[in-house]
């Protein structure tokens, strides 16, 4: 089975991006324990401090799915509306 691919651009409200930022980056070392994860890494738009953006690479997409029903990741999803303008999920195979 392929490993899968993520690429998830999340875009803060301006003015949140100091607690979007905390968030993110407190999620990343849970994420990196989770079963499947190969590679889990947050970056920054240099051109837009408002803008994230995780790569992440998972065994398998039914890893994937579990580690989006993690508490990190719920609590994250359960804050998100009031913090973002925006959030767009790519789920990706390499080719």
């Given at each position: 089975?392929?490993?899968?691919?993520?690429?998830?651009?999340?875009?803060?409200?301006?003015?949140?991006?100091?607690?979007?930022?905390?968030?993110?980056?407190?999620?990343?070392?849970?994420?990196?324990?989770?079963?499947?994860?190969?590679?889990?890494?947050?970056?920054?738009?240099?051109?837009?401090?408002?803008?994230?953006?995780?790569?992440?690479?998972?065994?398998?997409?039914?890893?994937?799915?579990q580690h989006l029903e993690t508490p990190h990741l719920?609590?994250?999803?359960?804050?998100a509306p009031e913090l973002t303008v925006s959030m767009?999920?790519?789920?990706?195979?390499?080719?």
């Amino acid at each position: 089975m392929n490993h899968v691919n993520v690429a998830a651009t999340i875009t803060a409200k301006p003015g949140r991006e100091a607690e979007v930022e905390a968030i993110l980056t407190g999620m990343v070392a849970p994420s990196r324990k989770d079963p499947g994860c190969v590679s889990y890494v947050l970056h920054r738009c240099l051109d837009n401090a408002c803008v994230f953006v995780f790569f992440e690479e998972w065994e398998s997409r039914e890893l994937l799915g579990q580690h989006l029903e993690t508490p990190h990741l719920l609590a994250w999803r359960a804050k998100a509306p009031e913090l973002t303008v925006s959030m767009d999920v790519k789920v990706l195979e390499k080719i």
